[in-house]
């Protein structure tokens, strides 16, 4: 089976575009400006925020269209076994393994959030003095109770979606039951049948209410019915791919005015209006455009597969479960530390993204050897232990006179 290290490289820069939006929306509020709904009294303190704020720069920082990448990886990454072999098996192991791969490192970070509530340690609360978004001022505000925090990390988030603790923990929710609609639908219906695959996840999507979430994985698993296609023309890929990142450019601005005017489907009452939240869409076919032109165009498929990006999409998740807290606790002290003897609230500001990020990376190298690959590992054993044929074939023993007819026939 052909493994894309591009992907890995992928996730590694969508990982980075989240870590960036929730630093710059914190400490630089007005660039969120153009990527939610307007939002009355966001002024731009320094003339440059009005440029960055726009397309192309919001590539950047697009937290949404990076997630959407995140999604539609899963759905490509979880059947690739699958379309390469046929064998549902592949599938039945993937299942086993999901949860525990997926929460066991989640709720080690929740747990890490104790420690820094515990001790005092969350900074959020500088915000009214430095300045920054007043949002953060709902985060941490009760005390730290541990029962809580073991209860939110093993099923509030990864069953509930309860992220008040640790918010990026929303998508854990998503990743997991996406995941199993994943396995459960293939299993049912096998490669051939994808329209009823793709129904089923309709259906699905739509009682679950965040149909575009959900029709990520799908869709990125439907990029495997085009991958030799896109590989073998390398400008189709090329245009592909620079399709799905104009989609991930697109915002509230006059400039995206045309596609933000298009009406969408109101599926309210009985689910979701798609017009509440015109992004995601464009968002999650960029998301898949994107992915499947870094499949298809070599040169970028080549770059990505750098070791750098590859390094860097395997700490992802750490880095993904760890930069929130970070960001509460120690960016906040450093902002208020630096302006102590910068005296510029934007010096400081650079100087803790700087700070920041050279920490989340440690830390998640730390968190990756530590927890992210045990946590590997423990799926993987457990996936062989649930799944480990247990009624082997009896060994059958010759009887005595077996044994003694074969002597003597040995001698005749």
Not at 14 to 38: Q, S
Not at 78 to 101: H, I, M, N, Q, W
Request: charged share 15%; glycine share 6%; hydrophobic share 50%.
């Amino acid at each position: 089976m052909r493994k894309f290290q591009s992907l890995e490289g992928l996730r590694g820069l969508a990982c980075l575009a989240v870590i960036a939006a929730h630093f710059l929306f914190i400490f630089l509020p007005y660039l969120r400006t153009n990527l939610y709904p307007p939002y009355p009294g966001l002024i731009a303190k320094y003339p440059f925020e009005e440029v960055i704020s726009h397309a192309p720069f919001t590539l950047l920082y697009n937290g949404n269209f990076a997630v959407s990448i995140f999604f539609v990886l899963t759905g490509f990454v979880l059947t690739a076994k699958f379309y390469e072999s046929g064998d549902t098996k592949t599938l039945r192991e993937g299942a086993v393994k999901r949860y525990p791969r997926l929460v066991l490192p989640a709720f080690v970070s929740l747990m890490f959030v104790f420690v820094i509530v515990y001790t005092g340690q969350m900074r959020n609360h500088l915000a009214v003095e430095l300045n920054t978004a007043g949002w953060v001022l709902d985060y941490y505000k009760e005390p730290a109770d541990l029962i809580h925090y073991i209860h939110v990390g093993l099923v509030g988030a990864p069953i509930f979606g309860d992220s008040l603790l640790n918010s990026p923990l929303w998508t854990l929710q998503v990743e997991l039951i996406g995941s199993f609609l994943i396995f459960a639908n293939y299993i049912l219906f096998g490669k051939s049948n994808k329209i009823l695959i793709l129904l089923s996840f309709i259906i699905c999507s739509f009682v679950l209410g965040s149909p575009l979430y959900y029709m990520s994985f799908v869709l990125g698993s439907f990029i495997h019915l085009f991958t030799k296609w896109l590989r073998k023309r390398s400008l189709y890929s090329f245009i592909i791919l620079i399709i799905g990142l104009v989609m991930g450019c697109i915002d509230y601005s006059n400039n995206f005015n045309f596609f933000t005017s298009i009406p969408l489907p109101n599926f309210s009452p009985y689910s979701i209006d798609l017009n509440s939240n015109k992004l995601l869409f464009w968002y999650t076919f960029g998301a898949v455009f994107t992915v499947a032109g870094v499949v298809g165009f070599k040169p970028i498929d080549k770059l990505l597969s750098l070791r750098v990006f590859t390094y860097l999409g395997k700490i992802s998740f750490s880095a993904y479960l760890l930069h929130w807290p970070i960001i509460f606790s120690f960016s906040f002290g450093m902002v208020r530390k630096t302006m102590l003897f910068t005296h510029d609230y934007l010096t400081s500001v650079f100087l803790s993204f700087i700070s920041t990020l050279i920490l989340i990376f440690l830390l998640s190298m730390l968190f990756y050897q530590f927890v992210d690959k045990p946590s590997i590992k423990f799926s993987i054993w457990l996936k062989d232990y649930l799944m480990k044929d247990k009624i082997s074939s009896p060994k059958i023993e010759p009887l005595e006179g077996d044994k003694i007819k074969s002597v003597t026939s040995g001698n005749s």
